[in-house]
C-alpha cells in the first residue's frame, strides 16, 4: 500500500512539472516583450537591455526554467511585474479569502446535499424524491455567475430598496473583525457556490445510496432488528463516503483556485480575483503562479484522497 | 452494456409489449414489428414529457438563431447599434422593456431581444461545434488507448490525466491572455479542457469491449485492427458517444460564458450572453436595470437546463435498463440490487465493473468515478 502511495506522489510531483514546463513554454511563445512592459513605452535601448538582463529574460529558454525550477522549490516564484511584490507573498496574502469562500461553502453544501439525498434514495419515486430531483437537475444547471447575480438582486437590492439591509453586497471583512462580521459578508457567496455544488451532491449520494440499500448486508441489518435510521445513517451513508471523498477532494481542489466567477461576482479579493487582474495586466509570473498554485491543490487533494481511500476502505488494506 | 445489440446490423426487434399502442391491446392481437433502433428510441424519448418539452425549446431556440437578422428587421434595432435616444431615459439609464424594446435596453441602448437572438448563434456555434471536436478527439484518444493498450495506453492515459488535473479556468485564462481573446480561441480552450472525461469513459469501455466474444471472432475470420474498430467497436460505442456529446453542450456552453463573463471569450460587440451578463455585472448596472441580468440569465439557464433534460433523456431511451425505468420496477420488487445511475460517469464506469475489478487492483479506480464541472 506505502509502495502505492509513493507511486501515485512520484506521478503528483511529474503532473506538476509537465503544468510548469506547459505554462512556462505558454509564456516563452507569446508575442510581446515583458521587458517593455516593465520599463515602460518610452524606455531607451539601454534601458530595455538592462531590465531585460535583470529580469534574465537573455538566458536561453531551459536555464531560465530551471532557475525558475529551483526558485519554485524554495517557495520564490519571482516578482510581480506590476507591483514589484513577490509573487508567493501576493498569493498569500489573497488565500484567506479563497480559504473562507470554499471552506464555508463546503461545510453548507454537504449538509444541504447530502441528507437531500438520502431522503430522496429512501423514498423513491415519491414527491419528496421528486421535488429534491428538480430542484437538483435546476441547480446543476444553473452558471454560477448567473446564480450568483440573481441571489445578489433578490437578497441585497430587493430588502436594500426597501430601506433594510439583509445581506451586504459583496467585499471581505476579515476573521479578525469578528466571526459574525465574516459569516454575514461571506452569506451570500456561500449560498452561491453551496446550491451549485449541493445539487450534485444530492445526485451522488442519491445514486450511491440507492445502490447500497438494494445489498445484502442492509438487509441483514434490517432483519437483526436495528432502528431504520441507524441501518440508513451507519450502515447505508459509510459505503457512499468512498464515492463522496473522492468528488469532494476533486471539487475542494479545483474550487481553490477555480472559484474565480465567484469571487468576481462578489467582489472578493482572492486568488481566483488575482489570476483575472494579472491576465488583463500580462502580469505573468503571478498568472504562473496562480497556475502552479492551482495544479498544486488539485494534486495534493487528489493524493489526500487516495490516502483516505486506504482508511475508509478496508479492501485496499493489504 | 448492450452486449447483443447494435452489434453488425442497425436494427433491432422491439416485441410488442414494450411499444405496443392501445388499438393492438384492443383487437387482442400481438402484432411483432420490427423498429430501426432510431425509431425505438425516439418512440421512448417520445414517452419522456420533460424531455420533449426541453427539445421543443431547444429546436425554438435554434430557430431564434436562425432568425436572428428577422427579429432585428421586425424590431428595427441593429444588434450593435446604439439607441440613445429611445434606448435611454433622459437620465441616461437603460429603459426597461416596452413595446418598443420587447426585453428592455442596455446601458449603451442596444436591444437586448436582438442581443440575445445574436447571443444564441454564438452559445449554439460553440456548444455544439466544442462538443462535437471533444467528442471526437475523446473517441480517438479513448479507443487507441483502449484497444491497444501497452505503451500507447500508459502515454494517452497520462496525457488524459493532465488534462484532467490541470486547474482549466486559470488554464483558460493563461491560454486566453497569451494568444488573446477571439471565438476561435474560446473555442480551442473549450475542446481542449472538454474531451478528458469522455476519453477515458471510452478508453474504459473499448477495455471491456475487445474482449467480447464478437471481437474474438472478428478476428479469427481475419479482420483488421481498422475494421474491428470501424465495425465492431464504434457502433457499441454510438450510445456512449450520443449521450456524452449532448451532455457536454451545456457545460460547453456555460465555460464559454464564463469565459465571455470575464472578458476572455467572444469579445465584444459580438453579443454573447456571457458578455451580456458582464457588462450588466459592471458597476453593478443590473441593480437599477434588472431585465440585463433576468433576460440573457434566463436564456442561458433555460438552454442548459433544456440540454441537460435532453441528455438525461437520451441516455434513459438509449439505454432502456438503467435510470427511470428501474426505479419503476424497484417500486414493486423492493431489494432488487439498483441498476440505478443518476451521475453518467459514475454510470458508465461502474457499467464496466469488470474492467473496474481490474483498475482497482492497481488502486486507480478511485479518482475514476469523479465528475469534472466546468465553469464553476
Known amino acids: 500500500m506505502i509502495k502505492n502511495i509513493v507511486k501515485r506522489f512520484v506521478s503528483a510531483v511529474i503532473i506538476l512539472l509537465a503544468l510548469s514546463i506547459f505554462v512556462f513554454a505558454l509564456f516563452y511563445i507569446a508575442p510581446g516583450n515583458p521587458a517593455r512592459l516593465i520599463a515602460g513605452e518610452k524606455a531607451s535601448q539601454t534601458v530595455l537591455d538592462q531590465v531585460t538582463h535583470n529580469l534574465g529574460l537573455d538566458k536561453p529558454l531551459w536555464q531560465q526554467y530551471l532557475l525558475f525550477v529551483s526558485h519554485a522549490l524554495s517557495g520564490n516564484f519571482g516578482i510581480s511585474y506590476r507591483n514589484q511584490m513577490p509573487v508567493a507573498g501576493l498569493i498569500a496574502s489573497r488565500l484567506p479569502v479563497t480559504f473562507s469562500l470554499v471552506g464555508g461553502a463546503v461545510v453548507l453544501w454537504l449538509l444541504i446535499g447530502i441528507p437531500l439525498g438520502v431522503v430522496s434514495a429512501t423514498h423513491p419515486g415519491t414527491w419528496k424524491d421528486r421535488l429534491a430531483q428538480i430542484l437538483s437537475q435546476l441547480f446543476i444547471s444553473f452558471p454560477s455567475f448567473v446564480l450568483g447575480m440573481f441571489l445578489l438582486y433578490l437578497l441585497y437590492f430587493l430588502p436594500k430598496r426597501h430601506k433594510f439591509t439583509l445581506f451586504p453586497p459583496g467585499g471581505y471583512s476579515q476573521l479578525a473583525n469578528g466571526f459574525a462580521q465574516w459569516a454575514w459578508h461571506m452569506t451570500l457567496p456561500w449560498l452561491t457556490l453551496a446550491l451549485l455544488m449541493a445539487a450534485l451532491y444530492q445526485r451522488l449520494t442519491r445514486a450511491e445510496m440507492m445502490d447500497v440499500l438494494g445489498e445484502d448486508y442492509i438487509r441483514t441489518a434490517r432483519a437483526k432488528g436495528l432502528p431504520e435510521h441507524t441501518v440508513i445513517y451507519k450502515h447505508g451513508l459509510r459505503s457512499t463516503l468512498t464515492v463522496l471523498t473522492t468528488q469532494l477532494g476533486a471539487d475542494i481542489g479545483s474550487l481553490l483556485s477555480g472559484s474565480i466567477i465567484i469571487e468576481q461576482v462578489f467582489g472578493l479579493q482572492g486568488v481566483g480575483s488575482l489570476a483575472v487582474t494579472s491576465v488583463n495586466t500580462q502580469d505573468r509570473p503571478v498568472i504562473i503562479g496562480v497556475v502552479l498554485l492551482g495544479g498544486f491543490f488539485i494534486v495534493m487533494m487528489n493524493l489526500l484522497v487516495d490516502v483516505l481511500h486506504v482508511a475508509l476502505e478496508p479492501t485496499l488494506r493489504k | ?376
Not at chain 2, 387482442?28 to 424519448?45: D, F, N
Open chain 2, 1 to 376: 452494456m448492450n452486449d447483443m445489440a447494435v452489434h453488425d446490423s442497425e436494427t433491432a426487434v422491439a416485441a410488442s409489449h414494450t411499444d405496443s399502442n392501445t388499438d393492438d391491446r384492443q383487437s387482442g392481437k400481438r402484432r411483432i414489428e420490427q423498429l430501426s433502433t432510431g425509431r425505438a428510441v425516439w418512440r421512448r424519448l417520445q414517452r419522456n414529457k420533460a424531455s420533449m418539452i426541453a427539445l421543443t425549446f431547444i429546436v425554438l431556440l435554434v430557430l431564434i438563431a436562425i432568425c436572428a437578422p428577422v427579429i432585428a428587421t421586425i424590431t428595427g434595432h441593429g444588434p450593435t447599434q446604439q439607441y440613445r435616444n429611445s434606448g435611454l431615459t433622459d437620465n441616461g439609464l437603460p429603459v426597461g422593456p416596452n413595446a418598443v424594446f420587447w426585453f428592455g435596453a442596455d446601458q449603451l441602448g442596444r436591444d437586448e431581444l436582438v442581443c440575445i437572438a445574436y447571443g444564441a448563434r454564438v452559445s449554439l456555434l460553440v456548444g455544439v461545434v466544442a462538443s462535437i471536436c471533444g467528442s471526437l478527439i475523446a473517441v480517438i484518444v479513448g479507443v487507441t488507448a483502449g484497444y491497444f493498450g501497452g505503451l500507447i495506453d500508459d502515454v494517452l492515459s497520462r496525457i488524459t490525466d493532465f488534462v484532467m488535473t490541470m486547474p482549466f479556468l486559470l488554464c483558460a485564462l493563461a491560454l486566453v491572455s497569451v494568444f488573446g481573446a477571439s471565438i476561435q480561441m474560446c473555442m480551442f480552450v473549450v475542446v481542449f479542457f472538454s474531451w478528458a472525461v469522455t476519453g477515458r469513459v471510452i478508453r474504459a469501455q473499448v477495455q471491456v469491449l475487445k474482449k467480447k466474444e464478437f471481437v474474438e471472432a472478428a478476428r479469427s475470420l481475419g479482420a483488421s485492427d481498422s475494421s474491428i474498430i470501424i465495425k465492431d467497436i464504434l457502433p457499441n460505442l454510438s450510445e456512449t458517444i450520443i449521450v456524452y456529446t449532448t451532455q457536454g453542450i451545456p457545460s460547453c456552453i456555460v465555460f464559454e460564458a464564463s469565459l465571455s463573463f470575464l472578458g476572455m471569450g467572444v469579445v465584444p460587440p459580438t453579443p454573447s450572453w456571457g458578455g451580456m451578463l458582464s457588462e450588466a455585472a459592471n458597476n453593478s448596472m443590473y441593480m437599477v436595470a434588472p431585465w440585463m441580468v433576468f433576460f440573457p440569465g434566463l436564456f442561458l439557464l433555460m438552454t442548459t437546463l433544456s440540454f441537460n433534460i435532453l441528455g438525461d433523456g437520451l441516455r434513459d431511451a438509449l439505454d432502456p435498463k438503467s435510470g427511470r425505468r428501474i426505479l419503476r420496477k424497484r417500486r414493486k420488487k423492493k431489494g432488487v440490487r439498483a441498476l440505478a445511475s443518476v451521475v453518467p460517469v459514475v454510470a458508465q464506469i461502474s457499467a464496466s465493473s469488470d474492467d473496474l475489478a481490474a483498475l482497482q487492483e492497481q488502486g486507480m479506480a478511485v479518482s475514476d468515478q469523479t465528475i469534472q464541472k466546468k465553469g464553476r
